[in-house]
């Protein structure tokens, strides 16, 4: 079965850090681009971070730049969202994502993990 | 970025009925050298996350029902549920993928009548 599982969420205080994983299991990760969105409690879908097969292209949103890190580890299997200088408006819950297309750039994502909860509050 | 706008913001429809999202991007998504349109909806039922329904503009992802189709072009995009049920009660969002970031709509919130 294809599938995506995050972990790593939690309350956080204001300026802290937490790292987030992915772990993806069923494809070939390594394959694929993936792709990190995030989603405040009762609001929309916002795009956070990407990476691609390799991981050697990353791009990010603006809101995230120079405070979070995406990275993967194929050997693992697994994908990353290292988030530093945390700020209340980063609560949200956060999703991996898989591109929909072997080896392709385009970001349509087919599969999604369920997310994990992240708060920022002191 | 490309600003993605859905109206309407919610919308109630009785069951077996039609309902209609559309969808406006701040510039267009269509690629000219290969004509196809960079937009794709998703569902999203409470409590879970986003589901695929529909890319490249109008092409259905697999498993995904028959009744829900979608249509536009450039700059305005539509979600139709052709009979709507049930298990249809979700939120609704546009994306374009044509450029970096890629940038969803607001939701629609699509409710029994």
């Known amino acids: 079965e294809v599938q995506l599982v995050e972990s790593g969420g939690g309350l956080v205080q204001p300026g802290g850090s937490l790292r987030l994983s992915c772990a993806a299991s069923?494809?070939?990760?390594?394959?694929?681009?993936m792709h990190w969105v995030r989603q405040a409690p009762g609001k929309g879908l916002v795009w956070v971070s990407r990476?691609?097969?390799?991981?050697?292209?990353?791009r990010y949103a603006d809101s995230v730049k120079g405070r979070f890190t995406i990275s993967r580890d194929n050997a693992k299997n697994t994908l990353y969202l290292q988030m530093n200088s945390l700020r209340a408006e980063d609560t949200a819950v956060y999703y991996c994502?898989?591109?929909?297309?072997?080896?392709?750039?385009?970001?349509?994502?087919?599969?999604w993990g369920q997310g994990t909860m992240v708060t920022v509050s002191s | 970025d490309i600003v993605m706008t859905q109206s309407p913001d919610s919308l109630a429809v009785s069951l077996g009925e039609r309902a209609t999202i559309n969808c406006k991007s701040s510039?267009?998504?269509?690629?000219?050298?290969?004509?196809?349109?960079?937009l794709a909806w998703y569902q999203q039922k409470p409590g879970q996350p986003p589901n695929l329904l529909i890319y490249?503009?109008?092409t259905r992802e697999s498993g995904v029902p028959d009744r829900f189709s979608g249509s536009g072009s450039g700059t305005d995009f539509t979600l139709t549920i052709s009979s709507l049920q049930a298990e249809d009660v979700a939120v609704y969002y546009c994306?374009?993928?044509?450029?970096?970031?890629?940038?969803f709509g607001q939701g629609t919130k699509l409710e029994i009548k």
């Open positions: 994306q374009q993928y044509f450029t970096t970031p890629c940038t």
């Open positions: 069923g494809f070939a990760f390594r394959s694929y681009w």
């Open positions: 510039q267009s998504v269509l690629y000219s050298s290969n004509n196809k349109n960079y």
């Open positions: 994502a898989r591109v929909r297309g072997y080896g392709d750039a385009n970001d349509v994502f087919d599969i």
């Open positions: 990476i691609n097969g390799d991981g050697s292209s990353t």
């Open positions: 490249w503009a109008s």
